[in-house]
C-alpha cells in the first residue's frame, strides 16, 4: 500500500533562507506525489506534483521538489522564505491511476517564518 | 482551473441533529467525489469514496450509518452527519478529481462543523 511520510511536525525559518520540508513515500507502483499548502480555516491549494515525467518539479509561490526513486524522496524546496509561506503543508500520494483513486496524506509539516 | 465549492462553509448545531454538507464541482463532471476529515492541527483523514448512481465506499473505522453520503449528480455529493454529537465536531473537505492522467484532485474549501 502506498504511504507518505513527514518528517518534522514543525519547520521554522528565517525569513530569506532556504526551506526544506521532508517527505518520504511508499509504493509498490511507480507513485504520483504532491505537495498541498492550507491557510488556516482553508481547504488545500495544490503546490506541485509529481507523475512520471521530471524528477525536478517546479510548483507555485516559488516552490520546487525532486523526486528521488533511489532515496525514495519528494522534498519541498524553496530558496528564500517569505513571510506569506507560513502555513501547513501536506505531501500526499496517489493510490492508483485511475480516476477513482484515493490520495492518502502524511501527517503535515507547519511552516513557520521569523522576521 | 476546476473549481469544487462546499456549502456551508461553517455551521453550528445543536447535539442530536442533523447536518448536510454539500460538495459541487462547478466545471467538471466528477463520476467520483472524496470526503475528508480533519481535526484541529491534524492531517485529513479519507472518510469515503463518493459513487455518482452508487453506494459509497467508506474507510474502515467509518460509521456509514453517520455520515451518509449521497452523490446525486455528475456536480453534486453531500455528506449528511446524522444525530451529531460534539465529538463529529471537524473540519471536512471534499474533492474531486478531473480527467483522468494525472488524476488531479481538486479541493473544496472545507466545511468546520460545530456541534454543541
Known amino acids: 500500500a502506498q504511504s507518505v511520510t513527514q518528517l518534522g511536525s514543525h519547520v521554522s525559518v528565517s525569513e530569506g533562507a532556504l526551506v526544506l520540508l521532508r517527505c518520504n513515500y511508499s509504493?509498490?507502483?511507480?507513485?504520483?506525489l504532491f505537495w498541498y499548502v492550507q491557510y488556516p480555516n482553508q481547504g488545500l491549494q495544490l503546490l506541485l506534483k509529481?507523475?512520471?515525467?521530471?524528477?525536478l518539479v517546479k510548483g507555485i509561490n516559488g516552490f520546487e521538489a525532486e523526486f528521488k526513486k533511489s532515496e525514495t524522496s519528494f522534498h519541498l524546496t524553496k530558496p528564500s522564505a517569505h513571510m506569506s509561506d507560513a502555513a501547513e503543508y501536506f505531501c500526499?500520494?496517489?493510490?492508483?491511476?485511475?480516476?477513482?483513486?484515493?490520495?492518502?496524506f502524511g501527517s503535515g509539516t507547519r511552516l513557520s517564518i521569523r522576521p | 482551473g476546476a473549481v469544487v465549492s462546499q456549502h456551508p462553509s461553517w455551521v453550528i448545531c445543536k447535539s442530536g441533529t442533523s447536518v448536510k454538507i454539500e460538495c459541487r464541482s462547478l466545471d467538471f463532471q466528477a463520476t467520483t467525489m472524496f470526503w475528508y476529515r480533519q481535526f484541529p492541527k491534524q492531517s485529513l483523514m479519507l472518510m469515503a469514496t463518493?459513487?455518482?448512481?452508487?453506494?459509497?465506499?467508506?474507510e474502515q473505522g467509518v460509521e456509514k450509518d453517520k455520515f451518509l453520503i449521497n452523490h446525486a449528480s455528475l456536480t453534486l455529493s453531500t455528506l449528511t452527519v446524522t444525530s451529531a454529537h460534539p465529538e463529529d465536531s471537524s473540519f471536512y473537505i471534499c474533492s474531486a478529481p478531473r480527467g483522468t492522467g494525472t488524476n488531479e484532485q481538486f479541493f473544496g474549501p472545507g466545511t468546520r462543523l460545530t456541534v454543541l
Open positions: 509504493s509498490s507502483v511507480p507513485p504520483y
Open positions: 509529481y507523475t512520471s515525467a521530471a524528477t
Open positions: 500526499a500520494v496517489l493510490t492508483g491511476y485511475s480516476s477513482a483513486s484515493k490520495i492518502i
Open positions: 463518493s459513487n455518482e448512481g452508487s453506494k459509497a465506499t467508506y
